[in-house]
């Protein structure tokens, strides 16, 4: 039976490129018997708001059309804490369900920081630069969507509605893990969705790997 994840995400670009993100990981891990359901799209003010918040999980729990499930919210710290960001979300969202699983991932300022942080698996994809730069700190950096942008070239800028999905399927998933904390949470969040669903799964050699040294304090 496959299991199904429903996400709530912020903003246009992360509807396609986090499923595709998510499906990245579980094969990774060779994990194919998850289905991913097309996520909600809230804004990022949505989760400062206590009713709002409420009303998107409630909203993911009647997409659900059977379980095993879990739901899945991702949205950007941007200048906030992202643990203080995911705790009041965690606490709004246990007040209303109990029998469905609820993670929240919040990317370092923002999604682009894993794409940043995973640069070397897009050397000379999709416009970026065959040198691009290196960021060991990636989620320490500020306007990362404009960062990204100056990696391409041609006169090429980044879109979050074109290229997010693009990037998200190419960048380096050892790398981000390595340098974004953020990004190790969304993978231990994978590991335990799996088992939740009791997907029978493999720790590819890149999280056995990293997961001894990571690379970021």
Known sequence: MSCHIQPIVEGHGEVEAFPQLLRRIAGDFNVYDLRILRPIRAKRGDFNK???????????????????????????????????CAEQVRQWASTIIRDIPIFIVVPVQEY???????????????????????FKYPEKIRNAKWRVSQQMVGNFSYSET?????????????????????????????????KHCSCIYAEPDWYKDRNQSPSTP
Do not use: M
């Not at 920081?113 to 040198?131: A, F, M, P, R």
């Not at 960048?171 to 969705?193: E, G, T, V």
């Open 162 to 194: 074109i290229d997010q999905v693009k990037f998200s399927s190419q960048f380096s998933l050892p790398d981000a893990y390595s340098k974004c904390r953020s990004f190790r949470k969304l993978i231990k969040d994978c590991i335990a969705i799996f």
């Open 112 to 134: 682009e920081s894993w794409i940043l942080g995973g640069l070397e698996g897009l050397k000379g994809y999709n416009h970026i630069s065959s040198e691009p730069e290196t």
């Open 50 to 84: 206590q009713e709002k918040t409420t009303q998107l999980i409630k909203l993911a729990k009647s997409k659900i059309p059977t379980v095993p499930a879990v739901i899945i919210v991702l949205f950007d710290a941007d200048t906030s804490c992202a643990k203080e």
